[in-house]
């Protein structure tokens, strides 16, 4: 049987656990906070989070090139014999094109544009480790993950528009409006970019549960697992998601904490909820 490696970036905010259980490598981002660059992992969103607050200056992304993802998948054959890496949508970075264009000067390495983020990307990439123990080829495995990105729903909840506003991604008016009003929109992946299609008031349960109802009524959810990632959440936000994943019936929730990638583009108390539809 083919030995396929997984992997993914950290914006994929797969778990350190999660990594291990389905043996998912991870390429990290670097984040810069003032004079300081440090590799996704090593600081918690709150270090960010009480940068941000002092200085005023938001977390810089840079995207990976294709000297990074060539030594990358160059590491990882050493140790298999096909790499399929999951990257975070190409149409909200540069970095998924640089490892497409890394994996073309190699043999029997793959790249899919997950075209999500978060545990869009990290659930995806545990089917795909699913896949490959069940002894699917490197072929197969990526024309199933080819058909299912189509079929992934990531979208998440905001608090404020601070940090999407700072980041480029709202405007100063809507976040005036959203401040004064208490606004917090649903933002959802469609065509592998981010777009503001709802809006909710009220206490971030309330609207986390109001949240998470209306997705799964707009778009029920195919077999049992849903996956809920947090930059920071109160213990009642996540209660009030989890409560709705067992109303509708789903026995396997898979939570994380996203990592600094995420966290440095949405801000504290921002949950993404991600799953499969049919």
Known sequence: MIKTAISVESSADISAELALKYDIKVIPYKITLGEETFNDGEKSPEEMFA??????????????????????????????DAVIHLCLSGGITSSCGN??????????????????????????????????DSGASPKEIVERLTDTVGKTITSFIVERLDYLHK???????????????KIRPRIIMKDGKM???????????????????????EFPPLGDTVCIA??????????????????????????????ATISSHCGANTLGVFYIVG
């Open 230 to 259: 947090y930059t920071t959440a109160t213990p009642e936000m996540l209660a009030a998601a989890t409560d709705k994943c067992t109303a509708a019936g789903i026995k396997n929730v898979i939570t994380v904490r996203a990592g």
């Open 51 to 80: 940068f941000v607050d002092k200085t005023k200056t938001l977390p810089k992304t840079t995207a990976l090139n294709e000297f990074e993802y060539a030594e990358f998948f160059e590491s990882l054959k050493k140790d298999y």
């Open 167 to 181: 980041g480029g991604r709202c405007s100063s008016i809507a976040l005036l409006g959203a401040n004064l009003l």
């Open 99 to 132: 490892a497409f264009r890394a994996a073309a000067e190699m043999d029997n390495v793959f790249v899919v544009d997950s075209r999500s983020l978060s545990m869009g990307t990290g659930y995806l990439a545990i089917i795909a480790r699913t896949l490959a």
């Open 195 to 217: 777009v503001s299609d709802k809006k909710y008031r009220g206490t971030m349960p309330k609207v986390v549960s109001d949240f998470v109802g209306d997705l799964f009524s």
